[in-house]
C-alpha cells in the first residue's frame, strides 16, 4: 500500500512564499511521477507541477517561473516551493504519485492534502 503525507501549509501574506512537502511510503519497485495539484474554493483540481521521471518537468502556465519542483530521492519526499503567492492562490495542495507496485501492477496515489491560505 502507498501512502502519501503532505505537510508545510499554513497562512501566508500575499508575495510570500510556501514550501510543502509529501513523504512517501509503501512497498514501491518504480515512481514514474509526482506531482502537485491544487484544489481552490468551488473550482476544480489543476495541476500545479509534475516531475516524470528524474528530469521531465511540467509546470502549469499560471505558476511557471514562480514554483520549483523537486524530490529527494534518499528521503522518498518530493517538494514544492511556491513563491510571490497570490490570495486566489488559496487551496488545499495534493501530492500525487504514480508508478509500479510490481512489473505488472501499477498504481497512482493520492494524499489528504494541506492547506494554504494567502491573506493579508
Known amino acids: 500500500q502507498v501512502q502519501l503525507e503532505e505537510s508545510g501549509g499554513g497562512l501566508v501574506q500575499p508575495g510570500g512564499s510556501l514550501r510543502l512537502s509529501c513523504a512517501v511510503s509503501?512497498?514501491?519497485?518504480?515512481?514514474?511521477?509526482m506531482a502537485w495539484y491544487r484544489q481552490a474554493p468551488g473550482k476544480q483540481r489543476e495541476l500545479v507541477t509534475e516531475?516524470?521521471?528524474?528530469?521531465?518537468?511540467k509546470y502549469a502556465d499560471s505558476v511557471e517561473g514562480r514554483s520549483t519542483i523537486s524530490r529527494d530521492h534518499a528521503k522518498d519526499t518530493v517538494y514544492l516551493q511556491m513563491n510571490r503567492l497570490k490570495p486566489e492562490e488559496t487551496a488545499v495542495y495534493y501530492c500525487s504519485e504514480r508508478g509500479q507496485l510490481t512489473s505488472a501492477s501499477f498504481f497512482t496515489a493520492w494524499g489528504q492534502g494541506t492547506k494554504g491560505t494567502v491573506s493579508s
Open positions: 516531475i516524470e521521471g528524474s528530469a521531465n518537468l
Open positions: 509503501g512497498n514501491i519497485a518504480k515512481i514514474d511521477a
